[in-house]
């Protein structure tokens, strides 16, 4: 690591404490974070300070590194069911006396720091018994990363806290309760159980509260503890983010410790807002970055034919469609729409839905039900894993791209009333294509339904962009899906098949039928971009070209990665992994997701780089070679 400060704010007013807190962060960081920690102090509600004191110190470069406690949220109704529980925790850590403990809460309310109590004998070790223990020198190690540093966050900064005390010599316990009258959220911490938060564990306007650090060993040994509390700098890897309210109610605590357990496991997620139109490069938290993450493959979402086609679609036929398709909803540039998505797939008629999962979820449900199968790839797309589980179908799982084991289960299924096979043409996390001339023919050899999505393949796969019966030359299945939200930079889904399908599915869908047609300014939006997509293929070849470069810089440098679409996944296994990876390329200015289960298998996390026509080449040499950087072992 770089050379690393410790940056601390203390502010007050007339005396009395009004905020403080401290980071540690790379020289880089330094004058960033003191100033807004003093935009803090400056905005305080307790009340604007006559006294700021920011001390900045340089630390030695070898910073312990510490893995934060696990957490735990306990969910409890009253503050005698949080005592009688913070009594029962402390008893599983050995220490008998925990009601004689928590009632000295009301000595430490006047303490700056904690009180450090002999476990056995409830007497104080520490020496300066008016200001109590304070642990110091320590972070969250993700703060910058995460944007988070200089925002006040009770919840991590507790952790980190209760994660330095829990690994200093001779702790064996912590008890917790806030001396904020309205926050009564407190946690017991040991080694063994982690930090287990108990939601009450004081009355609201109690304004008692503190800490106690429980001590066990040799007196000699006292000094010891206090020099590593107040005086050894730690970073704490893996502090999780607070999952929901602190006073949920009981209903809401399983809801709480399953966002704990994704957390720990690397497995939460968040939204990330960009600044301006989808393109590839994105403002991110304040920072332009080079975005490897698009759908918007054609670069067409913010294409000013595209965008303008919108506006005026949405001063003729207004922002919403106001109905369902089958009763006010229809309007001319749905019907456009759909005339030229059959055109362009070469089918006889098309269907638009709301969206791509919508129409998922809509044609499968429509064309199996009970006491039929359908069968479906391991790794399509979990709209399409919906649709099954929705239809009611018998569902067979068959092996990615397998088609003996299609085969062979589709010949199991010979008493079945209906048989649909269902396949990504282009794997979303994968990026590879379905072969589908072998697919066709063995479906057809058994009389099934064939359905292809061809939500990553339009505008991408075949020569001029139409999908995988341009590429292999072959004709269409039966059921064609696709999107309007990727390569064509709008938004909606749609089905193309024959007059008699569309038919069906216009009756029979549920989804088409229940919602509300998607608005005419998206419908106008996407048809553009058809129109220009059919005009101009040469975005599809500077795609290829674009996918071929980047490729070629990888391989060149031993990282082996397939180019047949513009998905290139780069599987890195462990998600902290894969989450670390995309964390340094953000660092390097690069947006590359980290793609983790349910999206994909456990332990099969990976970057997922997704390229635009619109990158230039230069862009594309430099992710290669901070991706070749990042994965050196
Ligand atoms: N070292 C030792 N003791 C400290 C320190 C420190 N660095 N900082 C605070 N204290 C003592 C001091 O006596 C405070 O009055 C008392 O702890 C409470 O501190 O939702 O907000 O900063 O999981 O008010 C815990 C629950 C919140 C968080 C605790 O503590 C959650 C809190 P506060
Ligand atoms: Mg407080």
């Known amino acids: 690591m770089s050379e690393t400060y410790s940056v601390k704010m203390r502010a007050s007013s007339d005396g009395h404490h009004v905020s403080g807190a401290e980071k540690i962060?790379?020289?880089?960081?330094?004058?960033?974070?003191?100033?807004?920690?003093?935009?803090?102090?400056?905005?305080?509600?307790?009340?604007?300070?006559?006294?700021?004191?920011?001390?900045?110190?340089?630390?030695?470069?070898?910073?312990?590194r510490l893995k934060a406690l696990p957490v735990k949220t306990h969910v409890v109704a009253t503050p005698a069911e949080g005592r009688a529980l913070a009594a029962q925790l402390l008893a599983e850590a050995g220490i008998a006396n925990a009601d004689e403990i928590m009632a000295r809460f009301s000595e430490t309310h006047s303490l700056r720091g904690a009180?450090?109590?002999?476990?056995?004998?409830?007497?104080?070790?520490?020496p300066d018994q008016s200001r109590g223990v304070r642990a110091t020198y320590m972070d969250d190690a993700a703060a910058l990363a995460k944007g988070t540093a200089g925002v006040k966050n009770h919840y991590a900064e507790a952790?980190?806290?209760?994660?330095?005390?829990?690994?200093?010599?001779?702790?064996?316990?912590?008890?917790?309760?806030?001396?904020?009258?309205?926050?009564?959220?407190?946690?017991?911490?040991?080694?063994?159980?982690?930090?287990?938060?108990?939601?009450?564990?004081?009355?609201?306007?109690d304004p008692n509260g503190g800490r106690i650090f429980l001590y066990r060993g040799s007196r000699d040994e006292v000094a010891k503890t206090i020099e590593f509390l107040e005086k050894t700098p730690i970073l704490v890897d893996d502090v999780p983010t607070l999952?929901?309210?602190?006073?949920?109610?009981?209903?809401?605590?399983?809801?709480?410790?399953?966002?704990?357990a994704r957390q720990a496991a690397g497995l939460s997620r968040r939204c990330r807002t960009l600044g301006g139109p989808t393109g590839p490069t994105a403002?991110?938290?304040?920072?332009?970055?080079?975005?490897?993450?698009?759908?918007?493959?054609?670069?067409l979402a913010r294409d000013p034919r595209v965008?303008?086609?919108?506006?005026?679609?949405?001063?003729?036929?207004?922002?919403?469609?106001?109905?369902?398709?089958?009763?006010?909803?229809?309007?001319?540039?749905?019907?456009?729409?759909?005339?030229?998505?059959?055109?362009?797939?070469?089918?006889?008629?098309?269907?638009?839905?709301?969206?791509?999962?919508?129409?998922?979820?809509?044609?499968?449900?429509?064309?199996?039900?009970?006491?039929?199968?359908?069968?479906?790839?391991?790794?399509?797309h979990a709209s399409i894993i919906d649709?099954?589980?929705?239809?009611g179908a018998d569902v067979l799982v068959y092996r990615h791209g397998d088609m003996e084991d299609l085969d062979r289960k589709l010949g199991a299924c010979r008493e079945h009333r209906r048989r649909l096979a269902v396949s990504d043409g282009v794997f979303s996390m994968d990026g590879d294509i379905l072969?589908?001339?072998?697919?066709?023919?063995?479906?057809?050899?058994?009389?099934?339904?064939?359905?292809?999505?061809?939500?990553?393949?339009?505008?991408?796969?075949?020569?001029?962009g139409r999908g995988l019966a341009e590429y292999f030359g072959c004709e269409l299945p039966d059921v064609l899906m696709g999107t309007l939200s990727k390569a064509l930079g709008s938004e909606g889904g749609f089905v193309c098949g024959s007059k008699l399908l569309v038919e069906y599915l216009r009756n029979m869908s549920r989804p088409f039928i229940f919602s509300t047609a998607p608005g005419a300014p998206a419908m106008a939006a996407a048809l553009t971009a058809l129109e220009v997509l059919i005009a101009e293929p040469g975005r599809v070849a500077k795609l290829r070209e674009n996918v071929a470069l980047f490729v070629s810089e990888l391989v060149c440098h031993g990282v082996a990665v397939r180019g047949e679409t513009a998905i290139v996944p780069i599987v890195v296994g462990d998600e902290k992994r894969a989450l670390a990876a995309s964390a340094a390329l953000e660092e390097l200015g690069f947006l590359v997701p980290a793609i983790r289960y349910p999206t994909v298998a456990r332990g099969a996390a990976r970057l997922r780089v997704a390229l635009m026509s619109a990158h230039t080449q230069e862009q594309l040499c430099a992710a290669a070679a901070s991706l070749v950087e990042i994965l050196k072992p």
Do not use: W
């Open 25 to 64: 962060v790379p020289a880089a960081s330094v004058s960033k974070v003191a100033s807004r920690l003093v935009e803090r102090a400056l905005s305080h509600e307790r009340g604007t300070p006559d006294f700021i004191n920011v001390k900045i110190e340089s630390l030695p470069s070898d910073i312990l």
């Open 115 to 126: 009180m450090l109590l002999d476990a056995d004998t409830l007497e104080r070790l520490e």
């Open 159 to 205: 952790i980190v806290l209760a994660t330095k005390v829990q690994n200093a010599p001779n702790i064996i316990a912590e008890i917790c309760v806030s001396d904020d009258p309205d926050y009564v959220t407190g946690y017991v911490a040991t080694r063994e159980l982690g930090y287990r938060r108990i939601t009450v564990l004081k009355e609201k306007g």
């Open 243 to 260: 999952p929901s309210a602190a006073n949920a109610p009981r209903r809401f605590g399983a809801l709480a410790d399953a966002l704990d």
């Open 283 to 299: 403002i991110v938290d304040g920072r332009e970055l080079v975005v490897f993450a698009s759908n918007d493959y054609l670069d």
């Open 307 to 380: 965008v303008k086609a919108a506006a005026d679609a949405a001063n003729e036929f207004g922002a919403g469609s106001g109905g369902a398709r089958l009763t006010t909803g229809t309007q001319p540039p749905h019907v456009r729409l759909e005339n030229a998505l059959a055109k362009f797939k070469g089918s006889e008629a098309a269907l638009l839905y709301g969206t791509g999962y919508m129409a998922n979820v809509g044609a499968i449900s429509a064309l199996v039900g009970k006491g039929d199968a359908v069968l479906s790839d391991e790794l399509n």
């Open 387 to 391: 649709g099954c589980r929705l239809s």
């Open 435 to 464: 072969d589908l001339p072998r697919f066709l023919e063995v479906t057809r050899r058994h009389d099934a339904f064939s359905m292809v999505d061809e939500a990553h393949a339009t505008g991408i796969v075949g020569r001029t």
